[in-house]
């Protein structure tokens, strides 16, 4: 079977990092074309990453007319994924966007529409739900370990690590700062692992209380202090339908120690979980209390050198497999509507002071 041919629109940062490199891992895809605004970065891929004949664009309109490209990677600013993938979805592509789905809901239903309406793939980039830990716990959830989960803390605190390159300080292009960069990740970790996605009200503060100072220890250096216009932490309390909460927990700078990001903390009827040490589950069993850590190290032999696939290769296998029909979805849009609703109402009951409930 010949590989699917594949375009990707966006050479920044993330398409670097993370989607090109998976994309040549599986084997399964051709990288056939590059766009981006800015002419050098499409041309760099395309000779890094591209076929002998690859094709470079400096807007994307141009490339969604070649009826060779089957399907699309949308790693652009936050602000453009949702015209970019509706536009894709329309020419026939199916897509992979990266996270967060878009800068609002509206944004969002767009592109689950666009995907229902020409019957093509559409997934988020949420990578770390193909981690090892987080398989695992999804089984032990699945499989009601756990029992009911009613509370949750959804973990993304960095104590200095803002990102200074790219437009992430800039709230028009991204939408926000903490919360919708990195707390997106943790909020779809702890949904999922709920699997629970019927929130009934929100509420939520956002701070600039930091990003005004200099000297700042940064790992990323001191960043500019003008163009800091996003929160530099941000925080939320969920009430779900049927009574189960979540808190959300975001910074890029913060003045604490329990530093943890894209993580989740579960609290079931039968046992919790989290991810403060690696993954632990406790419990009480036979009337006594328990703490479960497994051991997802592949030692032990000394020639060995297999393991695993990556989160981000497996990530991208599922998405493949689903465009062959080979598979299902491990991260579907309707669920990443979901956290795309949720963190606008936290960012809606920042600004208004009051609770946002979903179903007004």
């Given at each position: 079977m010949a ?16 989607q ?5 891992k599986t084997?399964?895809?051709d ?14 891929a395309?000779k890094e990453?591209?076929t ?11 490339l ?11 790693c ?18 199916h897509v992979m966007?990266?996270?967060p ?11 689950v529409?666009?995907?229902k309406?020409?019957?093509k793939v559409?997934?988020?980039?949420y ?18 370990v ?7 803390k959804?973990r ?5 690590a803002?990102?200074?390159?790219g437009?992430?300080?800039?709230e028009?292009?991204q939408g926000g700062g903490?919360?919708?960069d ?6 779809d ?6 699997d629970?996605?019927?929130?009934k ?7 600039h209380?930091?990003?005004s ?10 960043w500019?202090t003008?163009?800091?216009?996003v ?12 009574g ?10 913060l003045n ?9 903390i ?7 979980a989290?991810?403060l ?5 406790n419990?009480?069993k036979?009337g006594?209390?328990?703490v ?9 032999v000394?020639f060995?050198?297999?393991?695993e ?6 990530e991208?296998l599922s ?13 579907t849009?309707?669920?990443a509507l ?8 936290i ?8 609770p ?5």
């Amino acid at each position: 079977m010949a590989n699917l041919k594949a375009g990707i629109i966006g050479c920044g940062g993330i398409a670097n990092g993370k989607q090109m490199p998976s994309v040549k891992k599986t084997g399964l895809v051709d990288l056939a074309a590059f766009c981006d605004i800015v002419p050098e970065k499409a041309e760099k891929a395309a000779k890094e990453y591209g076929t002998k004949d690859a094709k470079t664009y400096g807007d994307y309109r141009e490339l969604l007319k070649d009826s060779s490209i089957e399907i699309v990677y949308v790693c652009t600013p936050n602000r453009s994924h949702s015209e970019i993938t509706v536009a894709a979805l329309n020419a026939g592509k199916h897509v992979m966007c990266e996270k967060p789905m878009a800068i609002n809901s509206a944004e969002a239903k767009k592109m689950v529409d666009a995907a229902k309406a020409n019957n093509k793939v559409l997934t988020i980039g949420y990578q770390n739900r193909f981690r090892s830990d987080s398989r695992y716990l999804k089984a032990e959830c699945r499989n009601g370990v756990l029992g009911e989960i009613y509370m949750a803390k959804a973990r993304a605190i960095r104590r200095r690590a803002v990102p200074t390159w790219g437009v992430f300080l800039n709230e028009y292009e991204q939408g926000g700062g903490p919360l919708i960069d990195i707390g997106t990740h943790a909020l779809d970790l702890t949904l999922w692992m709920m699997d629970n996605y019927k929130p009934k009200y929100a509420v939520g503060t956002t701070y600039h209380k930091l990003n005004s100072q200099k000297n700042t220890g940064n790992i990323w250096g001191d960043w500019n202090t003008e163009e800091f216009t996003v929160e530099d932490s941000a925080f939320g309390f969920v009430v779900m339908e049927n009574g189960a909460t979540i808190l959300l927990e975001s910074s890029w700078a913060l003045n604490s120690l329990e530093n943890l990001e894209a993580a989740t903390i579960l609290c079931g009827t039968q046992a919790g979980a989290d991810m403060l040490d690696g993954l632990r589950i406790n419990g009480v069993k036979n009337g006594n209390q328990y703490v479960l850590k497994p051991d997802f190290n592949a030692g032990g032999v000394a020639f060995f050198e297999g393991g695993e696939q990556k989160p981000e290769v497996l990530e991208q296998l599922s998405f493949i497999n689903a465009v062959l029909g080979k598979g299902e979805l491990t991260v579907t849009p309707e669920q990443a509507l979901v956290v795309t609703q949720i963190l606008e109402a936290i960012y809606e009951s920042a600004s208004t002071g009051k609770p946002v409930y979903f179903n007004d």
